[in-house]
């Protein structure tokens, strides 16, 4: 089964933010932590957060693009496991630029490639 619950709670979100990043490449910081499934009452499966704030990322456009890139490489990386991942940007980022635009792009899939090594997944 592909499913990739969201994280809506902001305990979710601190207990994250309060973990070591996982992994950094460019703008892209991705923090991970495993779930025990049977001590909460959460479905088990990976759950994903992201970050992106308005000041860092100016235009919507942009940020639902960012969100686009990310669910499916969080659920190629994620899945069968059970861990929460939080993914946040680090600085500024414009995707007017189409060049820069594949740069990020490309970032941000070193980024999931780094969580995969961890997990022993492939991307």
């Known amino acids: 089964?592909?499913?990739?619950?969201?994280?809506?709670?902001?305990k979710d979100f601190t207990a994250l933010l309060n973990q070591r990043p996982v992994a950094s490449v460019g703008p892209f910081v991705l923090h991970l932590k495993p779930r025990l499934t049977e001590s909460t009452f959460v479905a088990p499966g990976p759950r994903l957060g992201?970050?992106?704030?308005?000041?860092?990322?100016?235009?919507?456009?942009?940020?639902?693009?960012?969100?686009?890139?990310?669910?499916?490489?969080?659920?190629?990386?994620?899945?069968?496991?059970?861990?929460?991942?939080?993914?946040?940007?680090?600085?500024?980022l414009n995707l007017k630029d189409p060049l820069t635009r594949q740069k990020?792009?490309?970032?941000?899939?070193?980024?999931?490639?780094?969580?995969?090594?961890?997990?022993?997944s492939h991307v």
């Open 1 to 10: 089964m592909r499913c990739l619950t969201s994280l809506n709670q902001p």
């Open 50 to 92: 992201m970050v992106l704030p308005k000041r860092m990322i100016r235009r919507a456009v942009a940020r639902n693009q960012i969100k686009r890139w990310v669910r499916p490489l969080a659920l190629r990386v994620l899945e069968g496991h059970s861990v929460d991942l939080l993914v946040r940007v680090r600085g500024p």
């Open 104 to 120: 990020h792009k490309e970032e941000l899939v070193l980024t999931f490639a780094k969580v995969a090594e961890r997990l022993g």
